[in-house]
């Protein structure tokens, strides 16, 4: 248990259907990231949130749209995806800022989608 | 973005000792982390390196040379529950602006110990 909660673990959804997944971090940090872990590749960091403003988004397409509405949760809402998106989804989260040195992030489970 | 080069794979037996090898290359180096994943979890911080030299956690332990660009984590007296993917991964300064740094990963280094 790592403090950092995501749901659901496992999501199989049709090229038309809207999803979203839920991510939870009972840790008190400030800020929160999308991750795409493909089979074969590297993390791949989509999106990056502090203090529920949004201060990264990495060329992610926007069939991809993410929402934090606290500093708790973060969403990231799926619009008509494509079997290439298939893959786990992993949220974290840190506490950062300018007064602090790094520290490191906490990962939650992932939920592993797949697009048929 | 960020450079940042492991091996894929690599094999060891209980007991053992391994060195997992990482090099980057990076515009604003802020820190050097490892994780360990194992399949169907949650990567799991194991060591951070910001300034050069060695960072020793128990059986685990994190090296950094800024000036070469390279990083290892040497795993000591394996153990079965060892074999998972070793993360290697590079925080930088963030964009212009903001006070977060960004994390970039590896590809992962899959270790598997034997018996």
């Known amino acids: 248990e790592t403090g950092v909660t995501q749901t659901p673990r496992h999501l199989v959804m049709g090229m038309t259907n809207k999803k979203s997944l839920k991510c939870e971090q009972h840790?008190?940090?400030?800020?929160m990231y999308w991750y795409k872990q493909s089979a074969k590749k590297p993390l791949e960091l989509m999106f990056v949130y502090s203090l529920e403003e949004r201060v990264e988004n990495n060329s992610v397409p926007s069939r991809f749209s993410p929402e934090c509405p606290n500093s708790s949760h973060l969403f990231l809402h799926l619009h008509t995806l494509q079997p290439e998106d298939s893959a786990l989804y992993l949220c974290?989260?840190?506490?950062?800022?300018?007064?602090?040195?790094?520290?490191?992030?906490?990962f939650g489970q992932g939920t592993r989608l797949t697009v048929v | 973005g960020q450079n940042i080069d492991q091996p894929t794979e690599m094999t060891a037996t209980e007991g053992a000792i391994v060195q997992i090898n990482c090099t980057y290359q990076t515009s604003g180096f802020n820190g050097l982390f490892w994780y360990q994943q194992h399949a169907g979890e949650a990567p799991t911080f194991l060591s951070y390196?910001?300034?050069?030299g060695l960072e020793e956690k128990g059986r685990f332990s994190s090296f950094l040379s800024r000036s070469k660009g390279y990083s290892y984590l040497l795993l000591k007296e394996l153990q079965m529950k060892d074999s998972a993917s070793y993360l290697c991964a590079v925080r930088d300064h963030g964009p212009r602006g903001s006070t977060l740094g960004r994390l970039y990963f590896g590809r992962g280094t899959q270790l598997t110990v034997w018996p």
């Open positions: 390196n910001v300034l050069d």
């Open positions: 974290a989260s840190s506490q950062d800022g300018p007064s602090r040195g790094n520290t490191e992030a906490f």
């Open positions: 840790l008190g940090h400030n800020a």
